[in-house]
């Protein structure tokens, strides 16, 4: 059974990078072929994708967040960590990360396992 858990702070001051750390349990971020997305949902508001990191270590970010993106991994703790610069209210959101199999990051049907979600609230 593979489980993942976010942790960070759940309150960030504006223009401030907000760092989430993924741990995954039960399975290898390395196992072929896993995509393992951070994913949020603002307030009132529908799914937004953010970005991946692939079983491989490569990356790819959505072009609306591009550039205040950034996620990477620790493969000897299983985890993988986002980093989101520049933080406005605007990011105020539930955060979540989730793994899916193959490239269909958009494709949230097909997200196999996901964490419970942590709640960040950009504020000053």
């Known amino acids: 059974q593979v489980q993942l858990q976010e942790s960070g702070p759940g309150l960030v001051k504006p223009s401030q990078t907000l760092s989430l750390t993924c741990t995954v349990s039960g399975g290898s971020i390395t196992n072929k072929f896993y995509y393992w997305s951070w994913i949020r949902q603002p307030p009132g508001k529908g799914l937004e994708w953010i970005g991946y990191i692939a079983y491989s270590g490569s990356t790819y970010y959505s072009p609306s967040l591009k550039g205040r993106t950034s996620i990477s991994r620790d493969t000897s703790k299983n985890q993988f960590t986002l980093q989101l610069s520049s933080v406005t209210p605007e990011d105020t959101a539930v955060y979540c990360c989730?793994?899916?199999?193959?490239?269909?990051?958009?494709?949230?049907?097909?997200?196999?396992?996901w964490g419970q979600g942590t709640q960040v609230t950009v504020s000053s």
């Open positions: 989730a793994r899916v199999v193959g490239p269909y990051y958009i494709d949230y049907s097909k997200y196999d396992y």
